[in-house]
T-cell receptor, first 111, second 116 residues
């Protein structure tokens, strides 16, 4: 099955700096890659997603890049703010009605 | 539009008991998935339902089961509870249809199950 690895496990950044989280996947058939943000006591919230026919996607301060050849994708958060502090998960899917998640990255934005 | 609703929010059970968790998807969503979240194993896929049919199942023992009703609401059941079943159980819904798959998945806040 699909195996998704996520790095780093923790990330501390100064407010206003950028944060980058990287994920690799094993199944070359995977074609959908969402990112989720989970705050304490809440379920994961979809923040951005990308499909395999696209190399990059942006939504305000958030961007995701995908390299199908290398089987890795990354989340970039620019101009970080305290409310960006949360756990972020990457995931991958290959049309089998399920998501395989990375282990998560705890992001702390220092004021 | 209301989000995914899961009940109850918290549950405490003892070993050997069984438990039923409930999930109401976003209105219009017919696909419902369940995931288990633990500090050690992260987010693990349990099963997915569409139109009352299970389309995929994760690597969990048969003690974990689920079903979906004609109104798309779903329940999952865990029988003969073990200490290791303590986890946050998350339900998610999507617009995925019979032939469409990778649609956006929206999660509820989960049911925190503690097995003593």
């Amino acid at each position: 099955g699909e195996n998704v690895e996520q790095h780093p496990s923790t990330l501390s950044v100064q407010e206003g700096d950028s944060a980058v989280i990287k994920c690799t996947y094993s199944d070359s058939a995977s074609n959908y890659f969402p990112w989720y943000k989970q705050e304490l006591g809440k379920g994961p919230q979809l923040i951005i997603d990308i499909r395999s026919n696209v190399g990059e996607k942006k939504d305000q301060r958030i961007a995701v890049t995908l390299n199908k050849t290398a089987k890795h994708f990354s989340l970039h958060i620019t101009e970080t703010q305290p409310e960006d502090s949360a756990v972020y998960f990457c995931a991958a899917s290959n049309n089998d009605y399920k998501l395989s998640f990375g282990a998560g990255t705890t992001v702390t934005v220092r004021a | 539009k209301a989000g995914v609703t899961q009940t109850p929010r918290y549950l405490i059970k003892t070993r050997g008991q069984q438990v039923t968790l409930s999930c109401s998807p976003i209105s219009g969503h017919r696909s419902v998935s369940w995931y288990q979240q633990t500090p050690g194993q992260g987010l693990q896929f349990l099963f997915e339902y569409f139109s009352e049919t299970q389309r995929n199942k994760g690597n969990f023992p048969g003690r974990f089961s689920g079903r979906q009703f004609s109104n798309s609401r779903s329940e999952m059941n865990v029988s003969t509870l073990e200490l290791g079943d303590s986890a946050l159980y998350l339900c998610a819904s999507s617009l995925a249809g019979r032939s469409s798959t990778n649609e956006k998945l929206f999660f509820g806040s989960g049911t925190q199950l503690s097995v003593l």
